[in-house]
């Protein structure tokens, strides 16, 4: 079974708009860590926010925010008043406690965002 | 600048022919991670080392093998190469600990022609 899952291949959103990314992941761990990473059109991959399992607040940074939703097992990306600039494809990952503590990352959902 | 250095930044052979990717994690992390991206795909997680040693492969072909060095760079060999081998490579570095996501390198561009 897939351990994240990035439901949204592909969205719009208009420019100065709110958007939601949706991420759902799956682990038996109680202690993990949950991230989401951008990667624009030149390709490198740049870190954007982390929720630790045991945080009760939701994490912001800036624009964005993470819904994180425990019981649920999700983990959204809000990105406010979207800028051109935010068009990238984003990847929700997680790092559990066990094993090797190896991040797994979900496939990625593609935003565009329309001027 | 992450602080991860990956080099070549761009890559072009032929068919059959093998290169080395190498990568220098950011300062103080031992852990090295090589992920491969074909277009428009996720990542593909190939192989991880901490601190010289091998610890978790994932999908990595038989032709590809790779290493962590005394002084904790890394190299990714890719022999025998395929026109879908074509792809971004990245490198990646962490310490250890959940609340670490990795740090890429800006990744090096392979294309097999």
């Known amino acids: 079974a897939q351990k994240i899952t990035q439901t949204q291949p592909g969205m719009f959103v208009q420019e100065k708009e709110a958007v939601t990314l949706d991420c759902t992941y799956d682990t038996s761990d109680q202690s993990y860590g949950l991230f989401w990473y951008k990667q624009p059109s030149s390709g490198e991959m740049i870190f954007l926010i982390y929720q630790g399992s045991y945080d009760e607040q939701n994490a912001t940074e800036g624009r964005y925010s993470l819904n994180f939703q425990k019981a649920r097992k999700s983990a959204n990306l809000v990105i406010s008043a979207s800028q051109l600039g935010d068009s990238a494809m984003y990847f929700c990952a997680m790092r559990e406690a066990g094993g090797y503590q190896k991040v797994t990352f979900g496939t990625g959902t593609k935003l565009q965002v329309i001027p | ?113």
């Open chain 2, 1 to 113: 600048d992450s602080g991860v250095t990956q080099t070549p930044k761009h890559l072009i052979t032929a068919t059959g022919q093998r290169v080395t990717l190498r990568c220098s994690p950011r300062s103080g992390d031992l852990s090295v991670y090589w992920y491969q991206q074909s277009l428009d795909q996720g990542l593909q997680f190939l192989i991880q080392y901490y601190n010289g040693e091998e610890r978790a492969k994932g999908n990595i072909l038989e032709r590809f093998s790779a290493q962590q060095f005394p002084d904790l760079h890394s190299e990714l060999n890719l022999s025998s190469l395929e026109l879908g081998d074509s792809a971004l490579y990245f490198c990646a570095s962490s310490v250890s600990g959940i609340s670490y996501g990795y740090t890429f390198g800006s990744g090096t561009r392979l294309t097999v022609v």
